[in-house]
């Protein structure tokens, strides 16, 4: 079906025009472009959400080395510092597994550590801990644990 021609005229000078007809192909090409958009705008995002909260872990894991350099230490008080930097971003302080070893044994109490020791803190979080809910419910698949270890060796500068 052919769209009505617009008959315009100025003075003497008629001219016809006719608009273009916009079918359901072209509300399909549409839809399915902004269907693309729409997932690319979620994906990045996401990673930008992912990014930030590996930047937030190696902040966390940073204070947690330095708390455990501290003459007095535990493992208590090193959790405590990491979920205290963490504590500003979504569900990474609730979700975040933390893991404090001096020379390859994991730390309970205090860390009784000599000169040379290595001490570690590893940070491993879901990578969903890093997205906020309205972002779950668009992002569809699994996203991999985020994991940060930092070592430190006891009484040797950098």
């Given amino acids: 079906m052919d769209s009505p021609a617009l008959h315009l005229c100025h003075g003497d000078h008629c001219s016809e025009y006719v608009p273009p007809v916009r079918g359901v192909g072209w509300v399909l090409r549409w839809a399915a472009a902004l269907a693309v958009l729409s997932a690319s705008a979620t994906i990045l995002v996401a990673f930008g959400y992912e990014l930030a909260a590996e930047r937030t872990l190696a902040q966390a894991a940073a204070a947690g080395i330095r708390e455990a350099a501290l003459p007095r230490a535990t493992g208590r008080s090193v959790e405590r510092a990491v979920r205290r930097q ?73």
Avoid at 102 to 120: C, E, H, M, P, T
Avoid at 126 to 149: I, K, M, S, Y
């Fill in 86 to 158: 963490l504590a500003s971003f979504l569900d990474l302080d609730r979700m975040t597994k933390i893991t404090l070893e001096r020379n390859g044994w994991v730390v309970r109490g205090a860390i009784q550590r000599q000169a040379g020791d290595l001490v570690s803190l590893t940070l491993s979080a879901p990578g969903d801990a890093a997205l906020p809910r309205w972002l779950h419910v668009l992002t569809l698949h699994q996203r991999a644990a985020t994991t940060l270890r930092i070592d430190e060796r006891i009484g040797q500068s950098r």
